[in-house]
T-cell receptor, first 117, second 115 residues
Framework: DAGITQSPRHKVTETGTPVTLRCHQTENHRYMYWYRQDPGHGLRLIHYSYGVKDTDKGEVSDGYSVSRSKTEDFLLTLESATSSQTSVYFC????????????????FGSGTQLSVL | AQKITQTQPGMFVQEKEAVTLDCTYDTSDPSYGLFWYKQPSSGEMIFLIY??????QNATEGRYSLNFQKARKSANLVISASQLGDSAMYFC????????????FGQGTRLTINP
C-alpha cells in the first residue's frame, strides 16, 4: 500500500471556524492532490501540487487554500468552514504523469470525513 | 473541457453473472488515458485498470476488462463472473492533455451483487 496518511480521519466543526486537513506521504511522489467526494458528483478536484510551493486550482477551489512546504506534506485549509463543505476529502499522490496518456495512476489516502454544522 | 459520464447510478446483478459498467467521455484531445477505480464500503479507492488512447487492444486485468470503443468515446468496465466482494462504488476517470496532471472522475456507479 502506498504510504499516505490523512489526518484527522473524522472531524466535526462549526460554521465559520477554520479547518486544516493534513496529507502526509512517504513515497516521495512529486504530485499531490485534494479531492472531495459527494453523492452524485463523484470525486472533484479541489487543488493539486506539482512540487514544493507549486500548487494550482482544481474545479472546486473556492473556499479552500493549500500549502506544500515539504515534499511529503500537503495541507488543505478551509478558512471559514460552511455547511456546503461537509464532505469526504481524499488526498492522492502520483509520480509525474509526463504526458496525457500516461498510465501513472493516483494512489489515495483513506479519506477524511468532515462535517460542518 | 474534458468530462466523464457514468449514466448508471446503481446496478444489481446476480452472483457469477458478468456485468458491464458504462462510461462515456468527452475530450477533443487525441491523447488521453482512462482509469477505473473501485471503492468498497470501507471507503478506500482501489485502482483496477487503465487504457491509453493509442492502445490497440482492450486492457485486461484478471476478471476486469475494459471495452474501449474510441469512435463512440466509451470505456466500459466489464467484470466477469461477479463475486459478492465486487459490491462497491465504481468510478471511471480520465486524464487528457488539457490538464494532463489531473484525473477527472465520473459520478460513479454503485454495484450490488446478489447471492
Amino acid at each position: 500500500d502506498a504510504g499516505i496518511t490523512q489526518s484527522p480521519r473524522h472531524k466535526v466543526t462549526e460554521t465559520g471556524t477554520p479547518v486544516t486537513l493534513r496529507c502526509h506521504q512517504t513515497e516521495n511522489h512529486r504530485y499531490m492532490y485534494w479531492y472531495r467526494q459527494d453523492p452524485g458528483h463523484g470525486l472533484r478536484l479541489i487543488h493539486y501540487s506539482y512540487g514544493v510551493k507549486d500548487t494550482d486550482k482544481g474545479e472546486v477551489s473556492d473556499g479552500y487554500s493549500v500549502s506544500r512546504s515539504k515534499t511529503e506534506d500537503f495541507l488543505l485549509t478551509l478558512e471559514s468552514a460552511t455547511s456546503s463543505q461537509t464532505s469526504v476529502y481524499f488526498c492522492a499522490i502520483s509520480e509525474s504523469p509526463g504526458y496525457p496518456d500516461s498510465n501513472e495512476k493516483l494512489f489515495f489516502g483513506s479519506g477524511t470525513q468532515l462535517s460542518v454544522l | 473541457a474534458q468530462k466523464i459520464t457514468q449514466t448508471q447510478p446503481g446496478m444489481f446483478v446476480q452472483e457469477k453473472e458478468a456485468v458491464t459498467l458504462d462510461c462515456t467521455y468527452d475530450t477533443s484531445d487525441p491523447s488521453y488515458g482512462l482509469f477505473w477505480y473501485k471503492q468498497p464500503s470501507s471507503g478506500e479507492m482501489i485502482f483496477l485498470i487503465y487504457q491509453g488512447s493509442y492502445d490497440q487492444q482492450n486492457a485486461t486485468e484478471g476478471r476486469y476488462s475494459l471495452n474501449f470503443q474510441k469512435a463512440r468515446k466509451s470505456a466500459n468496465l466489464v467484470i466477469s463472473a461477479s463475486q459478492l466482494g465486487d459490491s462497491a462504488m465504481y468510478f471511471c476517470a480520465m486524464r487528457a492533455a488539457q490538464g494532463a496532471q489531473k484525473l477527472v472522475f465520473g459520478q460513479g456507479t454503485r454495484l450490488t451483487i446478489n447471492p
